[in-house]
């Protein structure tokens, strides 16, 4: 598998911001397939509380389309035919069959994960990117870039969408989540020379804020410990491609 040098960057980066956000935060970085699957069940466990005022769950790493959907790739995956990408990746819907059983009125799932498809040479019918997914209701779904798309792994550390997420979340107190993902794509495409256009699809009726407008990011790490956060829990996970499978 080809490596990326960035994942595991850009996941320490997004667990630093929403934890300043107020986000009770899980991670997994280098997640094996048992891993992953673990971490999803006590997450949707998780999110069955009728308390949670939102979820969220955010990917670096590499993932493929085949036939129209969408699979993260685990780093002990052994992949030689796209026949057998069900059997050795995580299928994005089991995301959100999770995330649509939960109590929560707002949930996010954030894929920095286009890159082009490692496996492309055994792939028959290898596509570039991720496909679109219809977004369940209260459910946010942000991609890096447009679908069918590749978006960029970076060269300073991080991905350029993560790194504009991450500011755009730092510095848009008071902004509706809307807002927030707008900023991050005008800031990727500066970034990028147009080249990367990231892309959401929400059917997410109410508002939701990462900072009320009271509070600003030195706000919320100045509050006492044990303060009552904004939000009640998140959940974050990131892989990172093994540089040495596939050797």
Same mark, same amino acid.
């Given at each position: 598998?080809?490596?990326?040098?960035?994942?595991?960057?850009?996941?320490?980066? *997004?667990?630093?911001?929403?934890?300043?956000?107020?986000?009770?935060? %899980?991670?997994?970085?280098?997640?094996?397939? +048992?891993? *992953?699957? +673990?971490?999803?069940?006590?997450?949707?466990?998780?999110? @069955?509380? =009728?308390?949670?005022?939102?979820?969220?769950?955010?990917?670096?790493?590499?993932?493929?389309?085949? @036939?129209?959907?969408?699979?993260?790739?685990?780093?002990?995956?052994?992949?030689?035919?796209?026949?057998?990408?069900?059997?050795?990746?995580?299928?994005?819907?089991?995301?959100?069959?999770?995330?649509?059983?939960?109590?929560?009125?707002?949930?996010?799932?954030?894929? !920095? &994960?286009? +890159?082009?498809?490692?496996?492309?040479?055994?792939?028959?019918?290898?596509? %570039?990117?991720?496909?679109?997914?219809?977004?369940? *209701?209260?459910?946010?779904?942000?991609?890096?870039?447009?679908?069918?798309?590749? &978006? *960029?792994?970076? =060269? &300073?550390?991080?991905?350029?969408?993560?790194?504009?997420?991450? +500011?755009?979340?730092?510095?848009?107190?008071? $902004?509706?989540?809307?807002?927030?993902?707008?900023?991050? @794509? @005008?800031?990727?495409?500066?970034?990028?020379?147009?080249?990367?256009?990231?892309?959401?699809? =929400?059917?997410?009726?109410?508002?939701?804020?990462?900072?009320?407008?009271?509070?600003?990011?030195? !706000?919320?790490?100045? $509050? &006492?410990?044990?303060?009552?956060?904004?939000?009640?829990?998140?959940?974050?996970?990131?892989? %990172?491609?093994?540089?040495?499978?596939?050797?």
């Amino acid at each position: 598998i080809q490596s990326l040098k960035n994942p595991e960057n850009d996941a320490l980066l *997004m667990a630093k911001t929403l934890g300043d956000a107020g986000f009770e935060v %899980r991670q997994l970085i280098d997640g094996n397939y +048992r891993d *992953m699957k +673990r971490e999803l069940l006590e997450f949707g466990r998780t999110l @069955r509380d =009728s308390s949670i005022e939102a979820g969220l769950i955010y990917y670096a790493g590499h993932g493929v389309q085949v @036939r129209g959907e969408n699979y993260l790739i685990p780093v002990n995956a052994l992949l030689a035919d796209e026949d057998e990408v069900d059997l050795e990746g995580i299928n994005v819907n089991d995301f959100l069959k999770v995330m649509n059983s939960s109590s929560s009125p707002v949930n996010i799932v954030v894929l !920095d &994960a286009c +890159r082009n498809n490692p496996f492309k040479g055994s792939f028959r019918s290898a596509t %570039r990117g991720l496909a679109p997914i219809d977004a369940p *209701m209260g459910t946010l779904i942000a991609y890096a870039t447009s679908p069918g798309q590749v &978006a *960029m792994d970076g =060269s &300073a550390g991080n991905s350029p969408y993560t790194a504009a997420l991450s +500011r755009a979340i730092e510095t848009s107190p008071g $902004e509706p989540i809307e807002s927030v993902f707008k900023q991050a @794509r @005008r800031n990727v495409l500066l970034e990028t020379d147009d080249k990367q256009v990231p892309w959401e699809v =929400s059917s997410i009726t109410g508002d939701f804020y990462f900072y009320p407008e009271r509070d600003t990011p030195a !706000d919320a790490a100045s $509050e &006492a410990p044990g303060a009552p956060s904004d939000l009640d829990v998140a959940y974050w996970t990131a892989i %990172r491609d093994n540089p040495t499978a596939g050797e």
